[in-house]
């Protein structure tokens, strides 16, 4: 059964930088894709960044290329976000959570059956 538990958020100005970690167990490393989502009051669920662990290639989501890295430490059972040049539309519930590599888009979230708790991201204007 996968468990996941995030941490790292925090509030910065715009500008600043967080580093969210997920610690997570149960995940099958020979074909789960590894995403982080936020959602922010009143708006839909959104996949910010996704990291697929057989081939270790990442991918982001347009609003946040150039800006945020998604890694992963296998030996810590670790997603990590390094989320730089925050702004306040970055401010949201982030998420950690996994699936099955499937062909098409990675950020369809009826895809992902299961949530951690979140970590709250607030980034002043």
């Known amino acids: 059964q996968v468990q996941v538990a995030e941490s790292g958020g925090g509030s910065v100005p715009a500008g600043g930088s967080l580093r969210l970690s997920c610690v997570a167990s149960?995940?099958?490393?020979?074909?789960?894709?590894m995403t982080w989502f936020r959602q922010a009051p009143g708006q839909e669920r959104e996949g910010v960044a996704v990291f697929y662990l057989h081939s270790l290639i990442p991918d982001y989501a347009d609003s946040v290329k150039g800006r945020f890295t998604i890694s992963h430490d296998r030996g810590k059972n670790t997603l990590y976000l390094q989320m730089n040049s925050l702004k306040p539309e970055d401010t949201a519930m982030y998420y950690c959570?996994?699936?099955?590599?499937?062909?098409?888009?990675?950020?369809?979230?009826?895809?992902?059956?299961?949530w951690g708790q979140g970590t709250q991201v607030t980034v002043a204007s």
């Open positions: 959570t996994a699936k099955p590599w499937t062909r098409g888009r990675w950020d369809n979230v009826r895809e992902y059956g299961f």
């Open positions: 149960g995940v099958d490393y020979s074909s789960d894709c």
